[in-house]
């Protein structure tokens, strides 16, 4: 098997696909974290941690609440999107575990074409009410 055959193996044109979509994931959590540090927001990557990551950011609100954050730079997030909730749900259970610190779990859907600015921060109603109980606390 040549190398110019194994390129043309569907499981090489999987696995740079695989990359790609990384790639583009990886740059949408980058411009969330760099605009959300331009609008002063006390906002880091977080680093992955398998079965316990803790979402793609976390913003440390000054009323103690953390705001964790799954970043997904999709075509169809609609589709998708009772799982990238469940998932931001137990990532912001991950990081409560871990910090000690209240979390609300969020999902930011990238639109197509646009900024960090114009991207889509998503979450359950029972999940926003909670989060404004816990800001009303503050």
Same mark, same amino acid.
């Given at each position: 098997?040549?190398?110019? $055959? ?23 959590? !980058? ?10 927001? /006390?906002? =880091? ?7 316990? $990551?803790?979402? /793609? ?8 609440? /953390?705001?964790? &954050? =799954? !970043?997904?730079?999709? *075509?169809?997030?609609? +589709? ?5 909730? *469940?998932? +931001?749900?137990?990532?912001? $259970?991950? +990081? *409560? =575990?871990?910090? &000690?610190?209240? +979390? ?15 991207? *889509? ?8 009410? $909670?989060?404004?109980?816990?800001? /009303?606390?503050?």
């Amino acid at each position: 098997l040549t190398t110019r $055959d194994a390129c043309r193996s569907p499981r090489w044109r999987v696995s740079s696909m695989s990359q790609a979509n990384k790639r583009k994931g990886t740059q949408a959590e !980058v411009e969330v974290v760099n605009f959300g540090k331009e609008e002063l927001l /006390d906002i =880091e990557r977080v680093a992955r941690a398998g079965s316990k $990551d803790q979402g /793609d950011f976390r913003i440390r609100l000054k009323s103690g609440v /953390d705001v964790v &954050g =799954e !970043v997904k730079n999709v *075509r169809s997030a609609w +589709s998708q999107m009772a799982e990238f909730l *469940r998932q +931001s749900l137990v990532e912001a $259970d991950h +990081s *409560r =575990e871990a910090t &000690g610190r209240p +979390s609300i779990g969020v999902v930011c859907t990238k639109t197509r074409g646009k900024g960090p600015a114009k991207m *889509r921060i998503v979450c359950e109603f029972d999940t926003f009410i $909670d989060f404004l109980r816990l800001m /009303d606390q503050a």
